[in-house]
């Protein structure tokens, strides 16, 4: 039975989209909105601008548009603004990307041309591979967190936006594990102002945000707003976060393939998971540290989709593999491949051969898209505010940040089911379980 809708304010005036990371997926996303804009092109792999959400009965034949459905704001008033340790131009910064055609980034140069940079904060231990000069100095890092929240204001004032979000779309941090540092936001804010080695760049930006009462959702493996001094933080003054890593490529292979194999009950012996690709986020890759940060990433989901704890006899010991190659023709043209040995009935063996020949930042581009429009929602929806971690948009990410006691959901179909039965909830319609027994009455 349908129930009352939740307040959601109506999305009036311009929504500024703040990203840490100018390269390929911003530029990307950046360009792609324009052209969109111009209707040069279309917004193939957005859910808020291309998906249908049913409601009701199947009998009923009710599948409006999700931005029909829901209030999300429109194309037309989304402005950006952003910080990289390269002082390129959005149009310089996308063509060096190599990632749209030359023609089509030309068709909007001079929008492009006109996004420059902010100076990053930037510190080289945490992405070893990259050197750049268009960086913030400060004598601590709450200095720095102060810069950034200058920017922010500056933007704000200087732009008229009403309301911001801010989406991490820069590079794979090294690995870090959370420290007493991260314990409390006391003890986080005490660290900002006596430099903590431990404290990020990724982690000042989201202190940053959240400070302001920004949304803020993380791209990237990081640990970034995923510790309790920044989940402390969200609370306290009700904005929403979440993260971690876009689903992109393999692992997006991964969340749709394992469900049908756990579904059916086909065993795994072992999944051997590999990567070349060419972009920068290859070239940071390429240091162990940041590796190993996206690595605890791509691992952690088949243990989750499968259970191997539920299903020993399926699925204990798997072997679970995966590498990742810096090959520089490739550019932003990544080549992921799998060998999945799997057995059925009586145990006899069979194999999965995957070749997925992919376009990263174009696969990212319509997730930021989508991740920007929904925290904007939660942000005028005090009931969804006010929880911080938005676990509803873990269809988005390849290690969903989620409650301290509860184990993320990476299941693609359960996500998706989890996002739209949200979206009914918040318009008070009825939720959907496909259970259908009333069609045989």
Avoid at 55 to 83: C, M, N, Q, S, V
Avoid at 136 to 149: C, E, N, P, S
Avoid at 181 to 201: C, M, T, W, Y
Wanted: aromatic fraction near 10%.
């Amino acid at each position: 039975m349908a129930k009352k809708s939740i307040q959601i304010v109506e999305p009036k005036g311009r929504l500024g989209v703040l990203i840490p990371g100018m390269g390929a997926v911003a530029t990307t996303f950046i360009a792609g909105v324009e052209a969109i804009r111009r209707q040069s092109g279309r917004p193939f792999g957005s859910l808020t601008q291309m998906g249908t959400i049913r409601l009701g009965k199947r009998t009923e034949k009710r599948a409006p548009r999700i931005k029909d459905f829901i209030p999300l704001a429109e194309l037309d008033d989304l402005i950006f603004a952003g910080w990289d340790l390269f002082g390129d131009n959005c149009y310089e910064a996308a063509l060096k990307a190599g990632v749209l055609e030359r023609s089509l980034l030309d068709q909007v140069k001079d929008f492009l041309s006109q996004i420059r940079p902010l100076p990053a904060v930037f510190e080289q231990k945490y992405v070893k591979n990259l050197h750049g000069e268009n960086v913030k100095k400060g004598k601590t890092k709450m200095d720095l967190a102060h810069q950034l929240m200058d920017d922010i204001q500056q933007f704000k004032k200087s732009t008229g936006v009403s309301r911001l979000v801010m989406i991490w779309c820069a590079s794979t941090e090294t690995f870090l594990k959370a420290g007493a540092v991260h314990q409390s936001l006391a003890a986080f804010e005490k660290g900002l102002r006596s430099n903590n080695p431990d404290i990020a760049p990724s982690m000042i930006y989201a202190y940053a945000a959240l400070k302001l009462g920004v949304p803020f959702a993380n791209g990237a493996p990081n640990l970034t707003v995923d510790i309790p001094a920044l989940r402390e933080l969200a609370l306290r003054n009700g904005v929403p976060i979440c993260g971690k890593d876009f689903k992109t490529g393999q692992t997006l292979m991964k969340t749709i393939i394992a469900p049908g194999l756990k579904a059916r009950l086909l065993g795994l012996h072992g999944w051997f998971s590999t990567n070349i690709l060419g972009n920068r986020d290859g070239e940071v890759l390429d240091d162990p540290g940041s590796f190993r940060t996206k690595e605890e990433s791509k691992l952690s989901v088949l243990e989750y989709i499968l259970q191997p704890e539920l299903y020993p006899e399926l699925y204990k010991g798997f072997c679970h593999k995966v590498r990742i190659n810096y090959y520089p023709p490739r550019g932003d043209n990544k080549e992921g491949w799998d060998n999945l040995d799997i057995f059925g009935w009586l145990g006899y063996p069979m194999q999965i051969k995957i070749d997925f020949l992919c376009r990263d930042s174009i696969l990212a581009a319509p997730l930021v898209l989508d991740l920007v429009l929904f925290l904007d929602l939660a942000q005028r929806c005090p009931v969804m505010a006010r929880k911080g971690i938005q676990e509803w948009l873990s269809f988005y990410f390849k290690s969903p940040m989620c409650a301290p006691n509860l184990y993320p959901e990476h299941d693609l179909f359960i996500q998706l089911m989890k996002l739209k039965n949200t979206l009914r909830h918040l318009r008070g319609q009825e939720l959907i379980t496909h259970l259908g027994l009333e069609y045989y009455d």
